[in-house]
């Protein structure tokens, strides 16, 4: 069965810190890896999309990292905002660009200014 | 901007009765779109997936006949939750791929649908 896992579920942290969210997926064999952001009762907004061939994706103060060998990747968030504050959402994607998306737990970050 | 609109965002209705959620992909056609409910404080959980003229395609437990999926036009598709019961209370997310060039596809979420059975 193929599953996405996020670590940790909830993570508080001081403004300025540089955090790293985890996700792990028990099938390597994704077509990409996709990394979303929800606010509370929101929709999803797509932060960075990293293709099977790839090894990271960057914007602004995000870095995202694709380990397929180990199932993993990470987010990395440098110098961390209030603003920053939602939940964090890893979503894979398995056999071609248009097929479903498999989503993680998530991870609730509160940055505490 | 949005390019993917839902209507209602929030919707109150009693229980037995049924509610249709509308997903609209704005500019572009949209062949496929994706049908999500989200639990509170848990993740996305894929429902069906939407083909334009032609019957949706639903996951493994997911009850065909309550959840009916209309995707009539390449704009438009259409949830219908049928005999509504409170744990059918959700958020449901759409969402649809914006052809780009080539072969590149761009997946827009809806800004989702809060329902609440009551």
């Known amino acids: 069965k193929q599953e996405v896992t996020q670590i940790p579920a909830a993570l508080s942290v001081p403004e300025g810190e540089n955090l790293v969210l985890n996700c792990s997926f028990t099938?390597?064999?994704?077509?990409?890896l996709q990394w979303f952001r929800q606010d509370p009762g929101k929709g999803l907004t797509s932060l960075l999309l990293i293709q099977s061939s790839q090894r990271e994706q960057t914007s602004g103060r995000l870095n995202a990292s694709l380990d397929k060998s180990s199932g993993r990747s990470t987010l990395y968030i440098a110098a961390s905002q209030p603003g920053d504050s939602a939940t964090y959402l890893c979503a894979v994607r398995y056999g071609g660009a248009t097929n479903k998306l498999i989503f993680g737990t998530g991870t609730l970050l509160a940055v505490q200014p | 901007g949005a390019v993917v609109s839902q209507h209602p965002s929030r919707v109150i209705c009693k229980s037995g009765t049924s509610v249709k959620i509308e997903c609209r992909s704005l500019d572009f056609q949209a062949t496929t779109m994706f049908w999500y409910r989200q639990f509170p404080k848990q993740s996305l959980m894929l429902m069906a997936t939407s083909n334009e003229g032609s019957k949706a395609t639903y996951e493994q437990g997911v009850e065909k006949d309550k959840f009916l999926i209309n995707h009539a036009s390449l704009t438009l598709s259409t949830l219908t939750v049928t005999s509504a019961h409170p744990e059918d209370s959700s958020f449901y997310i759409c969402?649809?791929?914006?052809?780009?060039?080539?072969?590149?596809?761009?997946?827009?979420f809806g800004p989702g649908t809060r329902l609440t059975v009551t």
């Open positions: 969402s649809a791929f914006r052809p780009t060039t080539g072969v590149k596809r761009e997946q827009y």
């Open positions: 099938d390597s064999a994704i077509y990409n």
